[in-house]
């Protein structure tokens, strides 16, 4: 097994474990996008008590690569999808996070 399907396969456990059901193409798909960062355990994760680490999520991610106008139901989203994985979760995986906006905001056809 390769290191990516490794991680992949603890974010498909993770959602599992959550009883979240999800897309594993669309899943794979997101988790490619986010690069060598998920192999580094501060950057594989999104602290979701750290405002300025939510704004990036907000910014770099749905304002820049989702193309969505800036407003404050971004932000609300971004709390929603952490809050998702559970207040008491350490592993709040950025590539968990990142599917479940890439789903709310019904943006999966940039990953085509």
């Not at 680490?53 to 989702?66: A, D, G, Q, S």
């Not at 809050?83 to 906006?101: D, V």
């Amino acid at each position: 097994m390769s290191k990516f399907e490794a991680e992949l396969e603890k974010y498909k456990s993770s959602l599992n474990d959550l009883g979240i059901s999800y897309d594993a193409e669309l899943l794979t798909k997101v988790t490619k996008g986010l690069g060598p960062s998920i192999y580094n355990n501060d950057s594989s994760k999104v602290s979701s008590s750290d405002s300025e680490e939510l704004l990036r999520v907000k910014t770099n991610f749905l304002v820049k690569k989702l193309g969505l106008d800036d407003g404050p139901a971004l932000d609300e989203a971004v709390k929603e999808a952490c809050n998702t994985l559970g207040s008491s979760n350490p592993n709040k995986y950025r590539a968990i996070i990142y599917y479940l906006l890439v789903k709310k905001f019904n943006k999966e056809a940039i990953y085509n």
